[in-house]
């Protein structure tokens, strides 16, 4: 493959999947993670796209969010690892939050069926939940968005700054080590606030694309954070940097 075509393809990938690996990028097209990255190097000089620790990110103007569908097939497998490590952190009697992130209705599916009080605004983990006698859910209610099956708006985050939680579970599409933690939806970005504001911890549940990135709304700073889970490709650089600010971090296997 000429080095002009595989140029065009980085920027396709880029722009369909929002944020792809060096070592992906690596494996596609059979070169050196050096060679990529001069790729990369190359084509945001050019604005095609933007570099961040480990790969790149588009530059695409979209803050739509991804559907519910494509975000449940994305990373999959480390989804399911994150949140089962992150029932550890769960104990019977707790009251917590879970956001609309396929993370959280990862969760909510493997939840033992235990006292607890759970307070979400999605559809989709209220409906894994219901199944659970045990376990009290509220929903926030609020304005619906279709892509994601969750409740967004004034009355979502009215509603949630009525409790009070011992644990907030959520994740979202950009972990920044200066710029902290951000999403695409603005409103999503509210209410993953409220959320964070009404909780004694705070539980980032996140797969390893998401750190470097950068999106649109911005939820908090990274010092909001208690603990992070994430899986085993998370960079050593992001480790060390977490580990620098006093974050503790898990490695879901």
């Not at 103007?61 to 494509?70: A, G």
């Not at 409220?194 to 939820?219: H, N, P």
């Not at 909001?224 to 889970?229: E, G, K, L, P």
């Amino acid at each position: 493959m000429l080095v002009a075509e595989r140029h065009r393809r980085i920027v396709e990938l880029v722009n369909e999947r929002s944020s792809i690996r060096v070592t992906e990028l690596s494996d596609i097209f059979g070169v050196t993670e050096e060679t990529i990255r001069r790729d990369l190097e190359k084509l945001e000089k050019e604005h095609f796209l933007m570099r961040t620790h480990g790969g790149a990110v588009s530059l695409a103007e979209d803050h739509e969010e991804t559907s519910y569908i494509e975000r449940e097939i994305t990373n999959s497998n480390e989804k399911r690892a994150i949140a089962l490590e992150a029932l550890h952190y769960i104990e019977p009697g707790d009251q917590i939050v879970l956001d609309a992130s396929t993370t959280a209705w990862y969760m909510a599916k493997e939840l033992p069926d235990m006292p607890l009080t759970v307070l979400t605004n999605s559809i989709k983990v209220a409906i894994e939940l219901s199944k659970k006698g045990q376990i009290r859910v509220i929903s926030t209610g609020g304005s619906l968005l279709s892509q994601s099956l969750s409740y967004v708006g004034p009355l979502a985050e009215r509603s949630l700054s009525m409790y009070h939680v011992n644990k907030a579970f959520l994740s979202c599409n950009g972990i920044h080590l200066e710029s902290g933690l951000s999403d695409l939806n603005e409103m999503q970005a509210l209410v993953k606030k409220k959320m964070i504001d009404i909780a004694d911890e705070t539980v980032l549940v996140a797969d390893s694309s998401k750190f470097g990135v950068r999106s649109f709304s911005q939820i908090s700073s990274l010092s909001s954070v208690d603990y992070i889970i994430t899986d085993t490709r998370v960079d050593e650089n992001i480790k060390k940097a977490l580990k620098e600010k006093s974050i503790k971090m898990t490695i879901a296997k």
